[in-house]
């Protein structure tokens, strides 16, 4: 029987993907992504009030929840910012792709610093996922200097998938050493807020002309909601679920959403479902099985 540790990785699986094609239709229009990640800050902040709020948490103002939250809300803020930014010159399939190979980088870590045992079917589940992001890989026909602009934005989504496995690592190690999982997630929003707003006056201020400067509008409005709630269920279902369960096994469950993204993304017309990209969602279910088994 599947455990609850994995269920919410499922869950959150499941809105990561989702979000992922959510940020692209939002990266083809020229936005403020700042403005956009406040937004998403600001729903997110209301949503993890009302819950503690529902649940009669009491939150805990120490300073390991204080530190640890900061920390969490940078990495991922900034994470998210990469993401959005590399989404607007890649397709969301390989940007989503990208982004989820945190996953070695989770698995590393967490055998190096948080004592977790790397055995078979963990080892083999995550070389399995290792496989379908690399079936899904097609390089470029870009040349010159377009060529040069996509590795660029190429590794921006690089970045932000390492910036996203260290969010992951260091939020187990925090609740493993005190720190209160309500408290670091009302501060890792907050985070989202500020560290949004700080890039949009960036963007504002260093836009070639008043033209180039993007205005917050209805439809920046209606997309911030959308992803807030989507934020909301993924942060809090995946740090539910490295609180029940090992991080290198749930971390690569719930990082394997790239396939439900380009399923998403199939399905809108948006790419094409190839044979190879056929067997890379085989081969993730395969890992998704490998890691249920290592998870016992």
């Known amino acids: 029987m599947i455990s609850s540790a994995l269920l919410f990785a499922l869950g959150s699986l499941i809105c990561a993907g989702l979000n992922d094609v959510v940020f692209k239709r939002f990266s083809t229009r020229s936005r403020s992504r700042g403005l956009y990640l406040a937004g998403i800050g600001m729903v997110w902040t209301i949503l993890q009030l009302t819950l503690s709020s529902i649940q009669g948490q009491v939150f805990d103002w120490s300073t390991p929840s204080l530190v640890f939250g900061l920390i969490c809300g940078l990495l991922l803020a900034a994470s998210n910012i990469l993401l959005l930014e590399s989404l607007t010159h890649i397709d969301v399939g390989l940007g989503s792709m990208i982004y989820r190979l945190n996953t070695v980088v989770v698995v590393i870590l967490s055998v190096a610093f948080l004592a977790e045992a790397l055995d078979f079917f963990k080892a083999s ?11 899904l890989y097609r390089r470029s026909g870009h040349a010159g200097d377009l060529y ?6 190429f590794g921006l989504a690089v970045v932000a998938s ?7 690592v260091v939020s187990k190690f925090a609740l493993l050493h005190g720190a209160a999982k309500d408290t ?14 700080l890039y949009a006056l960036i963007r504002y201020l260093t836009a070639p002309s008043f033209r180039d ?4 509008d209805r439809t920046l409005l209606f997309y911030a909601l959308f992803s807030g709630v989507l934020v909301f269920l ?4 995946l740090l539910q679920a490295v609180e029940l369960g090992e991080a290198s096994v749930v971390v690569p469950v719930a990082n394997l959403s ?4 380009l399923l998403l993304s199939v399905a809108l017309k948006w790419e094409q479902l190839t044979w190879r990209k056929g067997i890379a969602v085989v081969t993730s279910l395969v890992s998704l099985y490998l890691l249920s088994v290592s998870g016992g």
């Open 234 to 237: 993924i942060v809090n279902l």
């Open 148 to 153: 040069t602009n996509f590795r660029f934005f």
């Open 213 to 216: 400067r993007q205005p917050l």
């Open 125 to 135: 589940g995550v070389l399995a996922g290792l496989a379908a992001v690399l079936l």
């Open 258 to 261: 790239f396939v439900f993204a």
């Open 162 to 168: 390492v910036l996203r496995a260290l969010y992951v």
């Open 184 to 197: 670091m997630l009302l501060i890792t929003a907050v985070s989202w807020i500020v560290g949004g707003l």
